[in-house]
C-alpha cells in the first residue's frame, strides 16, 4: 500500500520524472518513446479523470547484520503485472499433492490466496467510475500470448460482475480505435472505460504502427492500467533515484511512518550517470563483483548482467555516455534451502533454491481522490540458486506456495 502511495505520487511529479529520466533517455531509446508519449499528453491536457494501479512489489528475504531478516525489494512492476490470477490457482494445487501424500496438517498450512478478485476488484471499480454502464474494458494482449490463462481469470471475475472485456493488439487498435471530440476511446464501435495493457513494456513489442496506438490510448479519456506516467516510475532508474536522501520525504510529505517502511526495504541502489559518483559506483563493482547486479531499463527477465558478463559490459561502458542506461544494484543474497522444482524437460530432484516474494497493491484515483489503496494477495516465485536471473516465463522459476512455520 505504500508502494501504490509512492508510484502514484510519482506518476504525478511531472518535474520529478523529467529530471529523474533526463540522463536515462538521452541513452535509451524505449524510455525515450515513453517519455515522449508522456510529453504529449502532458501538453496536450491529460483527459483521463480515474487512474488505475495494478502494481507487483517484488522482495527477497535477506538477513540484516543483526541476524533478522527483512524483506528487501527486487524491483516494483507497474505494467503487465502477471501471475495473479495463476496464482490464485496454486494453492489447490499443492493441497492437493500434501493431502495425496496424507499430509492433511501440513495442506491445511497453504495460505489461501486469489489476487485475480482483487485486481478485477480493482478495475471494476475503475470501470464503475468511469461512468458509462455499456462501456468495456480493453486488454491489449500480444499477437502470441503464452500467458491467457493467467489474464482469463480476472477476465472471468470481471465478467461475474457483468463488466465486459474485448481482447485486442496494438495493431488492432491502429486499424479500428478512435477518439471522439471529448476524447472518449472508441473499439470497433464500443466506448472502452478501462484499457489493462498486458503487452506494450519491451521494446520489441513496438512497431511505429504500435507507438502510434499507445499514442492514441493514451490520449484518450478511458483509464489506463498503467498510464504512461505510472509506466515511467515503474522503470529502474526512478527506483534507484528514489533510494537518494530525502527523496521519500519530498514525494511524501507529511507521511514519515510510510517513508520508514519504505526506506527499510531499499537495497543499494547506484546511479551510473557520468560524474564522480558514476565512477565510484563502477569502481566498487569492478572491485568485488559478486556484490552487485548491472540492470538496464529493460523489463521481462533476462536482461540483467552478474559476474564476469558484469564486469566486461561496466569496462566497456566506463568511458560512455551510453552507461547512463543502466543502474548499478546491491545484489540481494537469500538463505537458499532445499526444494524440488517440477519443471518441463528437466527431472524432478532436490536442489538448492531461492525464492522471490511478490505483493499485489492495487488502487484507484479518481482526479485528485484516492478511492482504493490495498493488497489484494502474493505471489511466490522460486528458482534454483544457479540460475541469476530469469523468471517463470523464462522457464527458469516456478510457481509456488509460501509455507509459514
Ligand atoms: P525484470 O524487470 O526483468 O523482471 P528484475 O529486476 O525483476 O527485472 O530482475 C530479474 C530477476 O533477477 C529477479 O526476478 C531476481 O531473481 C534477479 N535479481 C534482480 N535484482 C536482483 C538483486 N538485486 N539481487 C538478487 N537477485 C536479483
Ligand atoms: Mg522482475
Known amino acids: ?84 490470477g495463476l496464482a490464485s490457482r496454486t494453492p489447490a494445487v499443492h493441497r492437493h499433492v500434501l493431502s495425496v501424500l496424507s499430509k492433511t496438517k501440513e495442506a491445511g498450512k497453504i495460505l489461501s490466496n486469489n489476487p485475480s478478485k482483487g485486481l478485477a476488484l480493482g478495475i471494476a471499480k475503475a470501470w464503475e467510475l468511469y461512468g458509462s454502464p455499456n462501456a468495456l474494458v480493453l486488454l491489449i494482449a500480444q499477437e502470441k500470448e503464452r500467458n491467457i490463462f493467467d489474464q482469463r481469470a480476472i477476465e472471468n471475475e470481471l465478467l461475474a460482475r457483468n463488466i465486459h472485456v474485448i481482447r485486442r493488439t496494438f495493431e488492432d487498435i491502429s486499424e479500428k480505435g478512435s477518439l471522439d471530440q471529448d476524447r472518449r476511446l472508441f473499439v470497433d464501435g464500443q466506448e472502452i472505460a478501462v484499457v489493462y495493457f498486458r503487452d506494450g513494456y519491451m521494446p520489441r513489442q513496438y512497431s511505429l504502427q504500435n507507438w502510434e496506438a499507445r499514442l492514441l490510448l493514451e490520449r484518450s479519456h478511458a483509464a489506463k492500467c498503467p498510464d504512461i506516467a505510472t509506466q515511467l516510475a515503474g522503470t529502474k532508474k526512478v527506483q534507484q533515484e528514489l533510494s537518494r536522501p530525502g527523496m521519500l520525504e ?37 572491485a568485488a563483483p559478486s556484490r552487485f547486479v548491472l540492470k538496464p531499463q529493460r523489463e521481462g527477465g533476462g536482461n540483467n548482467l552478474y559476474g564476469e558478463e558484469m564486469v566486461q559490459a561496466l569496462k566497456q561502458l566506463k568511458d560512455s555516455e551510453e552507461r547512463a542506461s543502466y543502474i548499478l544494484m546491491e545484489k540481494i543474497e537469500p538463505e537458499p534451502f532445499e526444494n524440488c522444482l517440477l519443471r518441463p524437460g528437466s527431472p524432478a530432484r532436490v536442489v538448492q533454491c531461492i525464492s522471490e516474494l511478490g505483493i499485489f497493491g492495487v488502487y484507484v484515483r479518481q482526479e485528485k481522490t484516492l478511492v482504493m489503496n490495498k493488497h489484494v494477495g502474493h505471489l511466490l516465485r522460486t528458482k534454483a540458486i544457479e540460475h541469476a536471473d530469469g523468471g517463470v516465463a523464462a522457464g527458469v522459476a516456478v510457481l509456488d506456495n509460501p509455507y509459514p512455520v
Open 250 to 286: 519530498m514525494l511524501l510529505p507529511g507521511q514519515p511512518e510510510a517513508v520508514a517502511r519504505l526506506r527499510a526495504t531499499f537495497a543499494g541502489l547506484y546511479s551510473l550517470d557520468v560524474g564522480e559518483e558514476g565512477d565510484q559506483a563502477i569502481a566498487e563493482a569492478l
Open 1 to 84: 500500500m505504500d508502494f501504490n502511495l509512492l508510484v502514484d505520487a510519482v506518476s504525478q511529479n511531472a518535474a520529478f520524472l523529467e529530471q529523474t529520466l533526463s540522463s536515462t533517455i538521452k541513452q535509451d531509446d524505449f524510455t525515450a518513446r515513453l517519455f515522449d508519449i508522456h510529453k504529449q499528453v502532458l501538453k496536450e491536457g491529460i483527459a483521463q479523470t480515474v487512474f488505475l494501479g495494478l502494481n507487483r512489489s517484488d522482495y527477497m528475504f535477506q538477513r540484516s547484520a543483526d541476524g533478522s531478516p527483512a524483506l528487501k525489494q527486487i524491483e516494483i512492476n507497474t505494467i503487465s503485472a502477471s501471475f495473479g
